[in-house]
């Protein structure tokens, strides 16, 4: 069984600083496509940031450009997404997810269907 637990959010000032990080446990695949996405009250889910733990490919969404940093360690089964000069606007759930196969393909931060598996969200409130 696949699980996806998130840790480390909470609440900064803007202009401050968080590091999220998400544990896969159950995980069978060497690699595959793993992702934050984020959900703000009454708007959609949107992905951040995604890292192909194969080829070690990222993309962020231009909102995080400059100031999210994705990163996966393997022998830990870790994913991290380390947010600097946060801003209010990115207040919302974080989530981290995992797709079923091998490696990103077509633009998963676009496609949150990509994905199979699901954490369950930390709270990310960032104050002006």
């Known amino acids: 069984q696949v699980q996806l637990v998130e840790s480390g959010g909470g609440a900064a000032p803007a202009g401050g600083s968080l590091r999220l990080s998400c544990v896969v446990s159950?995980?069978?695949?060497?690699?595959?496509?793993v992702a934050w996405f984020r959900q703000a009250a009454d708007k959609e889910r949107e992905g951040v940031a995604v890292?192909?733990?194969?080829?070690?490919?990222?993309a962020y969404t231009d909102s995080v450009k400059g100031r999210f940093t994705i990163s996966h360690v393997a022998s830990k089964n870790t994913l991290y997404l380390e947010m600097d000069n946060l801003k209010p606007e990115d207040t919302g759930m974080y989530y981290c997810?995992?797709?079923?196969?091998?490696?990103?393909?077509?633009?998963?931060?676009?496609?949150?269907?990509?994905?199979?598996?699901w954490g369950q969200g930390t709270q990310v409130t960032v104050s002006s």
């Open positions: 890292f192909d733990t194969d080829s070690r490919w990222l």
């Open positions: 997810a995992a797709g079923g196969r091998p490696g990103c393909s077509g633009r998963p931060l676009q496609n949150s269907g990509f994905f199979d598996f």
């Open positions: 159950g995980y069978t695949r060497s690699s595959t496509c």
